[in-house]
C-alpha cells in the first residue's frame, strides 16, 4: 500500500494525476448512465430508464423526508448527482487497482480526502449560498443567533464540524476498505496455498464493501438534504 501518487506541478500548483484520472472516470460513468437512461423515454420504462426513475423516487423520498417538496424540490438534480457519481466513485477502487512504475493510478477518488472534503465543503458552501437566497440574507444571520445569542460560537464550530464529519466520514470508510482489500490481495501472491486461503475472504470482503460504498452514498446524499433542510426551511 506504500505507493505514490502521480504529481504534476503547473503554474506553482501541484496536480494528483491519479485524483484527475479517476474523477474524470467517474464523471464520464455517471454521464452514460444517465444518457443511456434517457436516450428512449417510455410511458412505460423499461431497462435502464427503470433504474433512473427509481434512483430518482430513492431520492426524492430522502429529500421530502427532510423537508416539503415545494422547497426542496429544487435539490432533486443535486440529490441524484451526488448519490451517483459518490456510488460509482466508491466503486471504482473495488475490482483492482492499477500500479505503474510505483505510481498507484487506479483507485476510488473517494479513497483520497482531498476529493471527500472537497465535496463535503461544496454541500456545506451551497447550503450558506442557498439559505440566503431563499431567506434573505437578514433573517438568515439571525438564525445564527437562535435560539440564544451566546450559541453563536457554537453554530459557527458547527459548520466546520459538519464539513469535516461530512467528507472524512466517507474517505475513512473506503479508504479502510481498499487497504483491507491490498492486504488480502497480498496472500494471492505468496503461492497456491496462500491464493486458496486469500479466495472467500477477497469475495466476501468485496460484497462487503459495495453495501458499505452504498451505504455511504446514501448518508451522504442524506445528510446534504439534511444541511439543505436546516438552511433554507424555517421550521429549522
Known amino acids: 500500500m506504500n505507493h505514490e501518487a502521480p504529481l504534476y506541478e503547473f ?5 494528483n494525476l491519479a485524483n484527475v484520472l479517476m474523477i474524470t472516470v467517474a ?19 423499461t431497462g435502464m430508464q427503470n433504474f433512473l426513475e427509481w434512483v430518482m423516487d430513492f431520492v426524492k423520498g430522502i429529500i421530502k423526508s427532510n423537508m416539503d417538496w415545494k422547497t426542496g424540490g429544487r435539490f432533486h ?22 500500479v505503474i512504475d510505483g505510481k498507484l493510478w487506479w483507485k476510488s477518488p473517494t479513497a483520497d480526502p482531498a476529493i471527500t472534503l472537497t465535496l463535503s465543503s461544496m454541500v ?34 458547527e459548520e466546520f464540524a459538519n464539513t469535516l464529519t461530512l467528507g472524512l466520514r466517507l474517505y475513512g470508510n473506503i479508504y479502510a476498505g481498499e487497504v483491507l482489500l491490498a ?5 494471492l501472491a505468496t503461492g497456491v496455498g496462500g491464493t486458496i486461503a486469500a ?5 466476501a470482503w468485496q460484497g462487503f464493501s459495495i453495501f ?18 436546516h438552511k433554507v426551511s424555517h421550521d429549522h
Request: glycine letters at 10%; aromatic letters at 14%.
Open 124 to 157: 456545506v458552501i451551497l447550503s450558506h449560498y442557498y439559505g440566503i437566497k431563499m431567506k434573505g440574507i437578514g433573517e438568515y444571520g439571525k438564525d445564527f443567533f437562535r435560539p440564544m445569542w451566546f450559541l453563536i460560537p457554537l453554530k459557527i464550530i
Open 212 to 229: 458499505v460504498g452504498s451505504i455511504q452514498a446514501f448518508i451522504f446524499c442524506m445528510l446534504t438534504m439534511v444541511y439543505m433542510a
Open 27 to 45: 464523471s464520464a460513468i455517471v454521464f452514460l448512465l444517465a444518457v443511456a437512461s434517457t436516450r428512449r423515454m417510455a410511458l412505460k420504462p
Open 77 to 98: 438534480i443535486l440529490g441524484i448527482t451526488l448519490i451517483m457519481y459518490i456510488f460509482v466513485s466508491n466503486m471504482l477502487g473495488l475490482p483492482f487497482s492499477i
Open 11 to 15: 503554474m506553482g500548483l501541484t496536480f
Open 199 to 203: 479466495i472467500v475472504p477477497m469475495i
Open 183 to 187: 492486504l488480502i490481495a497480498g496472500g
